[in-house]
């Protein structure tokens, strides 16, 4: 056993570790270095409360083998799934640790000696704030991040769901978690426990249902940062400094990263939480609209266009994810640039579903950091460009949120693709994207649809290259 003392300078030691990794993932160059320092400071921060513990009893054998169990089933998962489904992953692990924080709380209230916590109905005041809190949001992660592993997985329709009274509904059960937890204190009633746990179940299925699949990234990181607040308040409750670091940091983050996706989308944070991306008139007849003459191309259309380019700017999106098309993409690109023809990728912050989507597919396939620019750094380059190749991207290129005020992505900064000189979209069809609104990009004069799978028209592009 080592001492409190020990313990905590290597609590801290962890929490350094952490802020480095947290330093190292803000940029592709250092995302392998800021893995390294996470995964370092996780094992010395697991290796400290293991030695921590005075007596080890049988039961510890069962933890070890558990952690093993767990450990290996992790291992396996994150070396079978493919990048494209990296956001389900993330999903289906957030709700995870939102029902980690659940067992723990209920742990620590129904035998509240083995934490040091008082006696049953006997509970430090402080103690049962902090697992009341932890145990609600520790619910409200899991189940909304079940609802969204559904969703980004297509199990469940990505579209928003509403129905009357919902918001006032949702208002309801968020009062009536906070006046249960406060009758919760007062009486330390079991009753009360597992009513505030079954409320925050449902509301936070309530809270996500409503959000459709355009609002996804800021769902992911705004779940990323619910399920740190949930470990935060169970590392107090069971003064883990490591955990209150480690839940403070992934907490604080996520909601930084949330309103960093809001800002990019020109959205109010409470608005995408508490109502549907997309929910509106206009989506649900966007099937009834009148149908407007577009130009359709092929692959050899496509590769003459770009022999003809000087220069060239790739805007991907989750078409590219779902067709795994990245690694025929990148073959495109070096085909071009063969041919002296200058090549970027021009990447919209909330691309795919989750923060960050693009870039990872990107960097699977080895394409070069300096060649992948963000919204802000080109957008101003197009009206100089040759040619857009967009590769499955949609509501992030739909020129309607700069000139329709009643469309719901309005506002929202988008990639100024319509000013390229000829633009070239790979969709499977001109079904509309998650937002559930047409996009005016297809009808342009200077627009040549691609109509096939994305991976398929960009092999046969190469082909024709």
């Not at 149908?291 to 790739?314: C, H, R």
């Amino acid at each position: 056993m080592i001492s409190p003392n020990i313990s905590a300078i290597f609590y801290l030691i962890s929490g350094v570790l952490f802020i480095l990794a947290l330093r190292g993932l803000s940029s592709p160059e250092t995302s392998r270095q800021g893995n390294f320092f996470g995964i370092i400071g996780m094992v010395i921060a697991i290796t400290a409360t293991f030695l921590s513990i005075g007596n080890f009893s049988s039961g510890f054998v069962y933890v070890l083998i558990f952690l093993l169990i767990g450990g290996l089933i992790g291992a396996f998962i994150a070396y079978k799934i493919p990048m494209t489904a990296m956001p389900e992953l993330v999903a289906g692990f957030h709700s995870l640790v939102g029902l980690a924080a659940v067992f723990v709380a209920i742990a620590a209230f129904l035998n509240p000696d083995a934490f040091n916590l008082g006696t049953p109905g006997n509970i430090k005041l402080g103690s049962l704030i902090e697992m009341s809190i932890g145990a609600a949001v520790g619910a409200i992660t899991f189940s909304g991040s079940v609802i969204a592993f559904l969703k980004l997985q297509g199990i469940m329709s990505g579209s928003p769901i509403t129905f009357k009274g919902q918001h006032p509904l949702n208002a309801l059960l968020l009062t009536s978690i906070i006046v249960i937890t406060y009758l919760l204190c007062s009486t330390q009633s079991s009753d009360l426990f597992w009513i505030l746990i079954a409320i925050s179940f449902l509301i936070g299925f309530l809270l996500i249902i409503p959000i459709g699949g355009a609002d996804m990234p800021v769902v992911i990181s705004m779940l990323n940062s619910y399920s740190g607040w949930a470990a935060a308040g169970i590392g107090f409750t069971l003064e883990n400094t490591a955990l209150i670091i480690t839940g403070a940091l992934v907490g604080s983050s996520g909601a930084i990263l949330s309103y960093i996706m809001c800002k990019g989308m020109n959205r109010s944070f409470f608005n995408v939480i508490l109502g549907g991306f997309g929910a509106t008139e206009q989506s649900a007849s966007a099937g009834n609209k009148e149908q407007k003459p577009v130009k359709s191309g092929n692959a050899e259309d496509a590769a003459f266009l770009m022999k003809n380019a000087s220069s060239v700017i790739i805007v991907p999106g989750y078409g590219m994810a779902v067709a795994q098309a990245q690694h025929a993409l990148r073959e495109m690109v070096d085909t071009l640039k063969k041919n002296d023809i200058k090549v970027s990728y021009a990447i919209h912050p909330v691309a795919g579903r989750m923060p960050g989507h693009m870039n990872v597919l990107l960097a699977e396939a080895n394409v070069p950091y300096d060649e992948v620019f963000e919204l802000e750094e080109i957008n101003n380059d197009f009206a100089n460009a040759d040619v857009a190749f967009v590769i499955g991207a949609n509501d992030v290129t739909n020129p309607v949120a700069k000139t329709d005020p009643q469309s719901p992505i309005y506002g929202m900064p988008v990639l100024d693709v319509e000013k390229c000189k000829s633009v070239l979209f790979v969709k499977r069809s001109l079904s509309p994207g998650y937002a559930g609104i047409d996009n005016d990009l297809f009808y342009r004069e200077n627009t040549l649809m691609l109509f096939a799978d994305a991976k398929k028209m960009t092999e046969d592009i190469t082909k024709n290259l």
